[in-house]
């Protein structure tokens, strides 16, 4: 199975600021097909998982300006820019290049300093 | 709009087998898999299986002698079941479209105890 590493596991963070999230891969996610399949989501308190960011940098619809993904291979980054109230939750990466099974990072929980 | 709804007991007692349902609205079956997602109480998400389109099934290894998926699109709506309920698999259960898993059920909670 891939190992889906997530760092920081907690991310103080004031209003306004911005914050990365690095989430790492035991084996590289780039699909025989040329696509890479690493997604991002949010889990705000009490609710489902969102879909923000699939196929490392592609925003879903709704989704702020204020965030990006990046990377490739094994490395890939989720970066927030001027945090506001309702980014404040679990973040979580999920590979889906390499199945069965898909596999979640363990989440990084962005809270207030 | 597209939409996923998770239905099942909410307590099961141990060695039980556990009975949900995912009952889709705006989008096919037939066009769109269904996966299970679950989350132990503050902790992270597992998947756990897949209804393909074509009625395929996948299982996560982990937990593949415990499950079986199934569907019934006339009635949009998947099931999962889990047998041989351990106080471990206490969690919140989701069912989730197709990947990227762009929409997401509520959830429910199963709590396993006696």
């Known amino acids: 199975d891939v190992l889906m590493t997530q760092t920081p596991v907690s991310l103080p963070v004031s209003l306004g600021g911005q914050v990365s999230i690095s989430c790492r891969s035991s084996q590289s996610l780039v699909h025989s097909d040329g696509n890479t399949y690493l997604h991002w989501y949010l889990q705000k308190p009490g609710q489902s998982p969102q879909l923000l960011i699939y196929r490392v940098s592609n925003k879903f619809s709704g989704v702020p300006d204020r965030f990006s993904g990046s990377g490739s291979g094994t490395d890939f980054t989720l970066k927030i820019s001027r945090v506001e109230p309702e980014d404040l939750g679990v973040y979580y990466c999920?590979?889906?290049?390499?199945?069965?099974?898909?596999?979640f990072g363990a989440g990084t929980k962005l809270e207030l300093k | 709009q597209v939409q996923l709804k998770e239905s099942g007991p909410g307590l099961v007692q141990p060695t039980q087998t556990l009975s949900l349902t995912c009952t889709v609205s705006g989008f096919s079956l037939l066009v769109y898999s269904v996966h299970w997602v679950r989350q132990p109480p503050g902790k992270g998400l597992e998947w756990m299986a897949r209804?393909?389109?074509?009625?395929?099934?996948y299982y996560n290894s982990d937990l593949k002698s415990r499950l079986s998926i199934s569907r019934d699109t006339s009635k949009s709506q998947v099931f999962l079941k889990m047998n041989s309920l351990q106080t471990e698999d206490t969690a919140i259960y989701f069912c989730?479209?197709?990947?990227?898993?762009?929409?997401w059920g509520q959830g429910v909670m199963v709590t396993v105890s006696s």
């Open positions: 989730t479209r197709d990947v990227p898993f762009d929409y």
């Open positions: 999920l590979q889906t290049t390499h199945f069965p099974p898909y596999t």
């Open positions: 209804m393909k389109y074509d009625g395929d099934t």
